[in-house]
């Protein structure tokens, strides 16, 4: 027995001897090259087999916090790419079947995946700057249903069997119009001819003024096309609501603010989250990751 383990290690420790000097040069090699592939990046995938793609430190903290749409994208282009099928497995053509929100006047164009509504379509483009790790904040392979569900889970990020967080994304745009809070005498589709179809000529000019500061939001352009059509404003406080919810925003002191605040609003933050102020670099290619730990810190002026 004891001889048989000492043969082994013998032969464990001359691979190892032939081995050495090889695994050193893989890795002098690979280092530079996959630098590189980073600088200019074709893709990130470049020499990776699938298990090694699919595990990717990228899609884990803290480097998600940093990777740019570029970076994620060199590996996922096909999330952006137009797929949205001309009919249905049973028949029914998409062209022909409009879902409720395809008859605002604010949605243009054909039927788009939902990547694409969000990254690409002209709307998209015009009012948010949304990046992937907005709602990726992670995506291990193994703890998209962990059993059992432990308090970390949300910690990491993961609701359960989602790879976002619904709460704090989409939420944010696709939550019920809180007409109630606003003092509205109904809800907006009722009150908006009393209001002139406006949100901002009557109210949103003198309140709750400081407002969409943040990085993921183009926010001149949103006031802009509010000042046009007030649907751009309702299209993502209710107009394309999914939750029975509203998402409780921070509420900015704002220039003329009353006082006294309003019971609903006592346990509001008063700022946006920190890493989506615009205070908070958000990365770019050439994006340090030092900015990402000073957010995480709090460390950001005010
Ligand atoms: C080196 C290439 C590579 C990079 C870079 C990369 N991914 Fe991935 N990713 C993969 C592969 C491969 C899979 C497994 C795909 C599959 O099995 O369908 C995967 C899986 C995923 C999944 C789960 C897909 C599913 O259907 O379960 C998500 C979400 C995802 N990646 C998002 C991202 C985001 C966001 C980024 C940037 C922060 C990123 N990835 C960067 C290669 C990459
Ligand atoms: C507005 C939020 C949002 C943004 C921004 C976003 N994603 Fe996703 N992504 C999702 C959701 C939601 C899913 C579906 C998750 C599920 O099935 O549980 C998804 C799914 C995926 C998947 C799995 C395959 C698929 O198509 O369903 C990949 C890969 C992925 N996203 C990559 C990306 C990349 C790369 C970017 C940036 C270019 C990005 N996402 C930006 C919300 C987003
Ligand atoms: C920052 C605001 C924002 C966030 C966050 C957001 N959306 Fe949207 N969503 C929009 C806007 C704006 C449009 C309309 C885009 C257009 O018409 O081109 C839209 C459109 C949509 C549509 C209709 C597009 C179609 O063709 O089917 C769906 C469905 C949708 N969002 C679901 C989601 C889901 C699910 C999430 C969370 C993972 C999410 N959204 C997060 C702003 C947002
Ligand atoms: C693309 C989606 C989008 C559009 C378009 C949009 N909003 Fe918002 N709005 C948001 C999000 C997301 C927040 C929360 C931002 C944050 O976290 O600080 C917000 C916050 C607000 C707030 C809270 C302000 C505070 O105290 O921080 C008000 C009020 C508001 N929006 C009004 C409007 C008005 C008026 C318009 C039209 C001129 C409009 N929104 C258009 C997404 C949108």
Redesign the pocket.
């Known amino acids: 027995m004891k001889k048989t383990g000492n043969t082994i290690a013998r032969v464990y420790g001359a691979i190892l001897l032939f081995c050495c000097p090889l695994t050193a040069v893989i890795a002098a090699d690979a280092q530079p090259v996959a630098s590189v592939v980073q600088a200019t990046t074709p893709s990130l995938a470049a020499g990776l087999d699938y298990e090694r793609a699919r595990w990717h430190p990228l899609h884990f903290k803290p480097a998600i916090d940093t990777a740019t749409n570029e970076q994620c994208l060199s590996c996922h282009q096909e999330v952006l790419e137009p797929s949205v099928k001309t009919q249905s497995p049973a028949g029914v053509k998409s062209a022909d079947a409009l ?1 409720w ?2 008859t605002l006047e ?4 054909e ?4 990547h694409r ?2 990254l690409v ?4 483009q015009q ?2 700057d ?1 990046k992937c790790n ?2 990726h904040q992670g995506n291990n392979p193994r703890e998209e249903a962990p059993v059992p569900p432990t308090a970390t889970t949300k910690e990491a990020g993961f609701t359960l069997r989602k790879m ?1 967080d ?1 709460e704090e ?6 939550g019920r119009h809180p007409s109630e809070l606003m003092g509205l005498p109904g809800p907006w589709e009722e009150t908006r001819e009393m209001m002139g179809n406006s949100c901002v000529t009557a109210c949103h000019s003198g309140i709750r003024t400081v407002r969409h500061q943040v990085n ?2 183009k926010t001149e352009a949103i006031e802009k096309a509010g000042q046009d059509n007030s649907d751009t404003c309702f ?2 406080h209710g107009g ?1 609501q ?1 939750y029975r919810i509203s998402y409780p925003y921070p509420r900015h002191a704002w220039p003329g603010m009353p006082a006294a605040t309003p019971d609903w609003a006592k346990d509001r933050p008063t700022e946006s989250d920190v890493r989506f102020r615009v205070s908070t670099p958000v990365a770019t290619t050439t994006g340090s990751p030092a900015s990402t730990e000073a957010a995480k810190s709090g460390d950001t002026k005010k």
């Open positions: 879902a929100y395809q604010v949605y243009t164009g039927q788009e995946t939902f509504r969000h379509t002209p709307l998209a009012v948010m949304l907005f709602c976002v619904p994304t989409c939420l944010r745009c696709h993921f939001l299209g993502c394309r999914w």
